[in-house]
């Protein structure tokens, strides 16, 4: 059974630039999350998909921005890099109904100079 | 708002050495709890969770962590630590009537010697 996988695994941007973060939930999951881990900090919560649609948002700009798709699987968006956005993307889907239990991702390494 | 603290930013163990590690959450409702260990250069794992019931919880690998509500706590605890447990430590909140958003401490880092 796979669990959470996300890809790239390391990506270097430059400032102003896009990217795109991809990630495909554990099988039986239907909701994925998007947080951001930047070093020395915990996860901070950044948008959850279900159901094809953002479900709730955490303090993030427009920048950020997501997409999940029928499969269940999810892109996250970055537009106008800047330095801070450098960090550790996590993404961690779960299934909606009963104890709603996050599983996490290795990770996507965003540097953006 | 809600926040999570973890006040042992680091901690340096022996092997064999007994653990503690300290969570504190602000919210006045009702909360699901866990923690989260990351080995180095592995993800993040769920160690384990409260949602209701028994406040002393019991997770993989020997921890446990006791939910005391009138003290806003859930600390972590390993009677003997092993080498094999060093890595990095979450403590995270999600509020009961919404358990989307996963709220993190900033995590304490265990090192633990031979």
């Known amino acids: 059974d796979a669990g959470v996988t996300q890809s790239p695994t390391h990506l270097i941007k430059t400032r102003g630039q896009q990217v795109t973060l991809r990630c495909s939930p554990k099988?039986?999951?239907?909701?994925v999350s998007w947080y951001q881990q930047a070093l020395g900090q915990g996860p901070q919560f950044i948008f959850q998909?279900?159901?094809?649609?953002?479900?709730q948002r955490g303090n993030f700009p427009d920048r950020f921005s997501g997409h999940q798709f029928p499969n269940y699987s999810s892109e996250l968006n970055v537009n106008a890099l800047l330095l801070g956005d450098s960090a550790l993307y996590l993404c961690?889907?779960?299934?909606?109904?009963?104890?709603?239990?996050?599983?996490f991702g290795p990770g996507t390494r965003l540097t953006v100079l | 708002a809600q926040s999570v603290s973890q006040h042992n930013h680091h901690v340096i163990l022996s092997e064999a050495a007994s653990l503690e590690l300290g969570c504190n959450y602000s919210?006045?409702?009702?909360?699901?709890l866990f923690w989260y260990v990351q080995y180095p250069g592995q993800h993040l794992q769920l160690l384990l969770k409260?949602?209701?019931?028994?406040?002393l919880v019991k997770g993989i690998k020997g921890f446990e962590a006791e939910f005391i509500k009138s003290k806003f706590s859930f600390n972590l605890r390993k009677p003997s630590v092993q080498w094999s447990d060093t890595a990095e430590y979450f403590c995270?909140?999600?509020?009961?009537?919404?358990?989307?958003?996963?709220?993190f401490g900033t995590g304490t880092r265990l090192q633990v010697f031979p």
């Open positions: 998909y279900y159901e094809e649609e953002e479900r």
């Open positions: 995270a909140v999600t509020p009961s009537y919404n358990t989307d958003k996963l709220i």
């Open positions: 919210y006045g409702g009702t909360v699901n």
């Open positions: 099988s039986g999951h239907d909701t």
């Open positions: 961690a889907s779960s299934r909606t109904s009963g104890e709603s239990v996050q599983f």
């Open positions: 409260y949602f209701s019931g028994d406040p």
